[in-house]
């Protein structure tokens, strides 16, 4: 059974681009959840999309934002890159909401400079 | 504020020598707690989820324990190759479906 997959491994951008980040849930999984990992805050919650629905969102400015399709991929998209966006952005997938066990991906490394 | 606290930030441990790394919470609302691994450089993976007081679950040579205020994760007679990071997190009614995760404890076992 395949895992989460995330693309791509690695990004290098300058300051002020736009990234797109993308993530394939577990099949059969329709839940997939953000999360950006800094050494210095951690893991924090982006937000949570469900049936190609926002269902939570945690405490980052306007420039990130993600959807969901109707095959349950999911993308996020920081625009106007910061230096401080540089970060591992994880993705989780699990069967539904309400469903308490999530599993990540091997997350996307974003370097900004 | 919810909030999970994660000690000690390091541990050092010789091959064979058992120790405890801890979680502690203060939430409102607590709906499970999850233990997760993470190797550097990849994603968390799961371990363990614990839903109520006095609830235990065993994995090898992990053993996860809660407690009203606290979790537990017991590591006996450890290998080399349970040098990782271990995550600790809660998922709250009031944050509906985050994870709130403590910072982690980084695991060295040497041979």
């Known amino acids: 059974k395949a895992g989460v997959t995330q693309t791509p491994r690695y990004l290098i951008k300058t300051r002020g681009q736009q990234v797109t980040l993308s993530c394939s849930p577990i099949s059969g999984h329709r839940s997939v959840s953000w999360y950006q990992q800094t050494p210095g805050q951690g893991l924090q919650f982006l937000f949570e999309?469900?049936?190609?629905?926002?269902?939570n969102k945690g405490n980052f400015p306007g420039r990130f934002s993600g959807r969901q399709f109707s095959n349950s991929r999911s993308e996020m998209n920081v625009s106007t890159l910061e230096l401080g966006d540089s970060a591992l952005y994880l993705c989780a997938s699990s069967l539904a909401p309400s469903n308490t066990e999530a599993f990540f991906g091997q997350g996307t490394r974003l370097t900004v400079v | 504020e919810d909030q999970v606290t994660q000690s000690p930030e390091a541990l050092r441990l010789q091959e064979g020598e058992s120790s405890s790394l801890n979680c502690s919470y203060t939430?409102?609302?607590?709906?499970?707690l999850f233990w997760y691994r993470q190797d550097p450089g990849k994603g968390p993976e799961f371990l363990f989820t614990?839903?109520?007081a006095g609830e235990e679950k065993e994995k090898e040579r992990l053993k996860a324990t809660l407690t009203k205020k606290e979790s537990f994760l017991h590591i006996t007679a450890p290998k080399p190759e349970d040098s990782a990071t271990y995550l600790c997190?809660?998922?709250?009614?009031?944050?509906?479906?985050?994870?709130?995760f403590g910072k982690g404890t980084t695991l060295s076992v040497s041979s």
């Open positions: 997190a809660v998922k709250v009614n009031q944050a509906g479906t985050a994870l709130i």
């Open positions: 614990l839903y109520s």
């Open positions: 999309y469900f049936s190609e629905t926002q269902r």
């Open positions: 939430v409102s609302g607590l709906r499970g």
